[in-house]
Nanobody, 125 residues
């Protein structure tokens, strides 16, 4: 059973930092590709970044490159999203997602099999 639980969201001023965490209660986390997506009201969910099962490969959408970093600790069944130099346009609900095939990491939403409940990030100017 895969159950993803995000934490770490909140409110921050522009230029600040937040670290999101996503923990899985299952036993096969280390075989999953993990990703972060975000969504604002009235818009489609947007790919933020992803990390391969062993953590050796990451990819990011262009707007967050150099500011956000994805990492994972397979011993703790947790994936992280470190967000630095936050901008008001980063305001969104952030979701973690798991791709159980382990290939990629892909960017398409449909590739991901399990989703967390989301955590709100608000960046004020």
């Amino acid at each position: 059973q895969v159950q993803l639980v995000e934490s770490g969201g909140g409110s921050v001023q522009a230029g600040g930092s937040l670290r999101l965490s996503c923990a899985d209660s299952g036993r096969t986390f280390s075989t999953f590709v993990m990703a972060w997506f975000r969504q604002t009201p009235g818009k489609e969910r947007e790919f933020v970044g992803a990390i391969s099962a062993n953590g050796g490969t990451t990819n990011y959408t262009g707007s967050v490159k150099g500011r956000f970093t994805i990492s994972r600790d397979n011993a703790k069944n947790t994936v992280y999203l470190q967000m630095n130099s936050l901008k008001p346009e980063d305001t969104a609900v952030y979701y973690c997602a798991a791709d159980v095939t382990g290939w990629g990491p892909p960017e398409a939403e449909w590739e991901y099999d399990y989703w967390g409940q989301g955590t709100q990030v608000t960046v004020s100017s």
